[in-house]
């Protein structure tokens, strides 16, 4: 298949990451894939890394310049399906799609559990212009069928996934001697984009109330959050206990030096790739029910589930990780069976590639 994604957005985090992840993983398997996105966008510079080529389209916002140029793209290029994933570019290429006499299909992924508008022309956008709709998770998947009334046959929930090979259980101390962090210490971690509502505020928060005094806490991304949580830190005097670790392209290692990874969403997520990532690396998480989180973290089973936006929760769950061994145990053995056994990289390969056949096989009847 001709497989052609866009991407308007210009961040960099779990969505963009998973879009070069699954074009690669469908370029090894013999398809033709490229991305188009800005050329200021952080996923285009990205892009060459994964092995994924990129046009550089200047579809970051709904002008006619970008649905002229990507209709132009179109129009040049032998495209089978186009797989769009945000607003923007969703609505650039259903609108370039139609104007062509013999179009790609359009298939939509639907990354956040955000709400969406229940207008007739986000019906349309969704229920007509968009032959298959795939979203990160089940709660996401119902929400569409319930808020846009889209036939559900034509909506598919594929959490991404994570390759178990790069994922792996390693030596905690020489992941933190290779990252220079202290051996001797328990460290609490979080990888997400510094993003309001990936709650990184409630995490520093939960630093001074809990009763493992010297554990530290490492944050692994960045995002339009950093400066806030700075100025945090320094309020609540943890300079000393709270390091900023930045954008990483592996994190692999980071996570393995973890005694408890920590990610308290409040809103938007579907299934998180960093907690399958922590789970398959075999550490124990404290997490909450934030979107599709719940697919993955099952209280007491495969992980400590807290309450949303609740500092005094979250600490008291990270202290009960740290001092309960067989705990920790249990819930590692538990979350790495299911995190391997449905969100494998192999999995969502698999069900992507049946969607976008589907797709094709659909567009003489749907059209």
């Not at 186009?82 to 990354?111: E, I």
């Not at 956008?125 to 069928?145: D, N, Q």
């Not at 101390?173 to 990936?198: E, V």
């Not at 806030?228 to 300079?239: K, V």
């Amino acid at each position: 298949m001709r497989i052609l994604h866009t991407e308007a957005s210009l961040g960099w985090g779990g969505q963009e990451i998973r879009i070069l992840t699954e074009a690669a993983g469908m370029i090894g398997r013999g398809h033709r894939v490229a991305l188009a996105c800005p050329r200021e966008a952080r996923i285009y510079a990205e892009a060459q890394r994964f092995g994924v080529p990129a046009a550089a389209l200047p579809i970051g916002r709904k002008r006619p310049l970008g649905l002229v140029a990507l209709r132009r793209f179109l129009a040049t290029h032998r495209v089978d399906v186009v797989n769009t994933h945000s607003s923007t570019d969703s609505w650039l290429a259903a609108l370039a799609c139609r104007t062509l006499k013999a179009p790609p299909v359009l298939v939509r992924t639907r990354h956040i559990s955000a709400p969406v508008p229940r207008d007739r022309l986000t019906r349309w956008l969704y229920a007509k212009a968009t032959v298959e709709t795939v979203t990160t998770g089940e709660a996401i998947r119902a929400g569409l069928i319930r808020d846009l009334g889209i036939a559900p046959e034509h909506v598919t929930s594929i959490p991404t996934g994570v390759d178990p090979l790069r994922f792996t259980p390693r030596d905690k101390q020489a992941a933190r001697r290779s990252l220079k962090l202290p051996a001797d210490m328990p460290l609490i971690g979080i990888a997400a984009t510094l993003r309001s509502w990936k709650g990184h505020r409630f995490l520093v928060d939960a630093m001074p109330l809990l009763s493992h005094r010297d554990a530290q806490l490492v944050i692994i991304g960045d995002g339009p959050q950093r400066d806030a949580l700075q100025r945090q830190i320094a309020e609540l005097g943890l300079r000393d206990r709270v390091r900023l670790a930045g954008n990483q392209n592996d994190v692999a290692p980071w996570l393995a030096a973890l005694d408890v990874f920590a990610l308290p969403s409040y809103t938007n997520e579907g299934v998180p790739q960093a907690l399958v990532q922590a789970m398959l690396v075999g550490v124990p998480c404290v997490t909450t029910d934030a979107g599709a989180i719940g697919e993955l973290a099952i209280g007491e089973h495969t992980a400590l589930v807290v309450a949303k936006e609740n500092a005094v929760a979250l600490a008291a769950a990270i202290d009960r990780l740290l001092g309960d061994p067989a705990l920790s145990a249990m819930l590692v053995a538990a979350a790495h069976e299911r995190a391997a056994a449905k969100f494998g990289l192999a999995a969502m390969l698999d069900r992507m590639d049946a969607v976008f056949r589907r797709a094709i096989d659909e567009r003489p009847r749907r059209r």
